[in-house]
């Protein structure tokens, strides 16, 4: 069972920065793909950002590319979104997910193909 633990959410004004990590406890990461989701109040759950297994593949939102940037460590067991430019819009509760997936397949943007999730985080991005 994978377990998933987000830190590094928090409150930041307009066009500031956060670094968001998804620490995982398992004996290996090598097989698990993940993503970054966000859910909004009113709003249903959407996938921002995916990287697949090996880490040479990516998927960003349209309204977060060139923004913010997934990245893994798979030493460190710990995946980690680095957002820039935040906007008022980017406000929302953010969550890490996995799935075992064999290394270099494309990573999925679908919730319902993630079996593991973290509790959330929240961003809120205001003046």
């Known amino acids: 069972q994978l377990q998933l633990v987000e830190s590094g959410g928090g409150l930041v004004q307009p066009g500031g920065s956060l670094r968001l990590s998804c620490a995982a406890s398992?004996?290996?990461?090598?097989?698990?793909?993940f993503g970054w989701f966000r859910q909004a109040p009113g709003k249903e759950r959407e996938v921002i950002s995916c990287i697949n297994s090996a880490g040479e593949s990516t998927y960003y939102l349209d309204s977060v590319k060139g923004r913010f940037t997934i990245s893994r460590d798979n030493a460190k067991k710990t995946v980690y979104l680095e957002m820039n430019g935040l906007k008022p819009e980017d406000t929302a509760v953010y969550y890490c997910a996995a799935h075992a997936s064999p290394m270099f397949r494309i990573c999925v943007r679908a919730p319902d193909d993630y079996d593991y999730w973290g509790q959330g985080t929240q961003v809120t991005v205001s003046s």
């Open positions: 398992a004996t290996t990461l090598d097989y698990y793909a």
